[in-house]
DNA sequence: CTCTGACATAAACATTCTCTATGGCAACCA
DNA sequence: TGGTTGCCATAGAGAATGTTTATGTCAGAG
């Protein structure tokens, strides 16, 4: 095989000499003068304590000891062999891998990445959905499309989907507890909170009634979610007013299954960003090249 | 364990390290700083090709590749581990090895050995016997009992049994072919030879006539065996005579079923020598001993 | 008897491995 | 909110290992 080996030391040499029964042949097999094959099978055979090759006066023998050891050596040194290979196969084989959160993943990019498939069916896509940030940057993805603001994000990062947020519900929950005209009216209904662990990088409820000027009682029934499909499901199932990102439920309003009840919230410089990740190749060029021609 | 695991350089780092997930923590298992154990997963993440952990802040995660591999290098390391405790478990087991030829085995070593195990419970003995003496100087043995002449082995060797030889055949073979009075007779005989792949080291038929003064005419119907195990199977059972040693045949010559028929050659400086093997310990001591102290 | 080729050792040098020192930084806690 | 903690990263210096060339020994072949 034309990959280089691992480099296990004395296991590789040991196994040569084993399989080979000669220092010599060891040595030119592994590209080694013969002194140091020997050097290096004294000091496994110091470690051990027990001589491992009876040493003739041409070539050699493993003892019993040696026979021993070099059963348990060459399926070692096989399986890893087996694993160095399969991890380098899979290093060279078509994947692309993008790192995002469950919202944009079910909303955005599963329903569109049937296209790039289309467009590119020897490419591979993996898509590795997470709660949170952790793992976006750890070197295993080739793009990370995350939420957030322009200085959340590397300089070459490019803004993806501005964030525009409007309050949706059910048509039908509209028709049996609105109508919404006005914002505070919609302060007196249940709504729908998408939670994290830490402070929000989105619009909440909160920014998007101060943006309204409508203070709001404490809150009755609402309802908090940890994942953004839990929230659109539950205003599909007349539950109460979710926000809606703009991007993310369009097909939901253009279908008629969801409502847009109030007025848009906007931030220009937050939003879906992707940055990509690791070297580039033909692979990365073509899925940046494609999510960048999408439609806003 | 108690004993010095083998050195296996990066291998055992790595496995460390995915199993704790901790480059701080595989480090102090392995008694190595932190720095050490991240140089070392550096240094074979490039030679795989990819990053086999993904760092966090605080601690790490194998990737896929690393859990790839990690699962490769952690069985082929459970399975050199279990090579060298097997290796030094038998090296630390009270067991002595003496090798020699299938003759002194059968003939000498295997009848009396029952009395040194019985002086010695606690030692097992192992009998490595051999067709020649490859073997004899790998290190394995304790002790060689090995036929030849002064000259052939070092100077601490000790002489334990001279060489001595008559003809032998057995009572019911002197009664139907017999009597033997003259060496001359015998050169009539079917002779049985002990044969070897190069030059013989012990007194054959040619050496044993010669030192009569005998001619011999063209052997009809010797025969030529390469065990003397069998070459006194032949005798036994009569199909011609055979060269005695004394010392390997007692016990047959005391009991009837073989008998002399024709005088001693002897050599003095040629026999079995005991040559001790490595280092002395109580149980070298022991057998030597009690090899020494046997009636000749 | 001479030659061959394989293993051993010595010495010099190259390369790897390890340490300490120090920086960066996310998470935790008061 | 600021200070602390603890883990990972890098740099540089030195220790340890690994390799080469040179050379010796010697059993086996011709």
């Known amino acids: 095989m034309s990959e280089r080996k691992l480099d296990v030391g004395w296991l590789r040499i040991f196994e040569a000499v084993g399989r080979l029964g000669s220092l010599t042949g060891a040595g030119a ?15 496994i055979e110091e470690q051990v304590g027990a001589p491992l090759i009876s040493r003739m006066h041409r070539g050699c023998k493993l003892t019993a000891a040696g026979e021993t050891l070099f059963r348990a050596v060459h ?18 084989s078509p994947v692309i891998r993008i790192f995002t959160d469950y919202g944009f993943a079910s909303f955005w990019l599963m329903p569109r990445v049937a296209e790039f498939r289309r ?18 940057f750890d070197g295993t993805s080739d793009a990370a499309i995350l939420f957030g603001k322009r200085a959340d994000f590397p300089g070459e990062a490019r803004l993806l989907m501005p964030e525009r947020v409007v309050p949706v519900c059910s048509s039908g929950y509209r028709a049996r507890c609105g109508p919404f005209d006005d914002p505070r009216s919609l302060s007196r209904q249940p709504l729908l909170h998408l ?6 990088r989105w619009v909440t409820w909160t920014t998007w009634l101060a943006a309204q000027g409508v203070e709001r009682e404490p809150a009755q029934g609402d309802l908090g979610l940890n994942t953004y499909g839990f929230v659109i499901q539950a205003a599909l199932s007349e539950q109460g007013i979710a926000l809606g990102w703009l991007g993310l439920v369009d097909a939901h309003l253009a279908g ?9 919230v906007r931030r220009d410089d937050c939003g879906y960003w992707l ?10 060029k073509a ?10």
């Open 256 to 264: 008629g299954s969801l409502v847009a009840v109030g007025p848009e």
């Open 119 to 136: 467009l590119h069916p020897g490419i591979d896509v993996h898509v590795v959905a997470s709660q949170g940030l952790e793992g976006a």
């Open 195 to 200: 939670e994290t662990a830490g402070k929000p």
């Open 75 to 92: 399926s070692g040194i096989e399986r890893i062999d087996d694993a160095a290979r399969q991890v380098r196969a899979s290093l060279s």
């Open 29 to 43: 097999e592994l590209g080694l003068s013969q002194p140091a094959v020997s050097y290096q099978i004294r000091r």
């Open 287 to 296: 899925l940046s090249d494609w999510l960048l021609s999408q439609p806003q």
């Open 275 to 284: 940055v990509m990740t690791g070297e580039g190749n033909e692979r990365r």
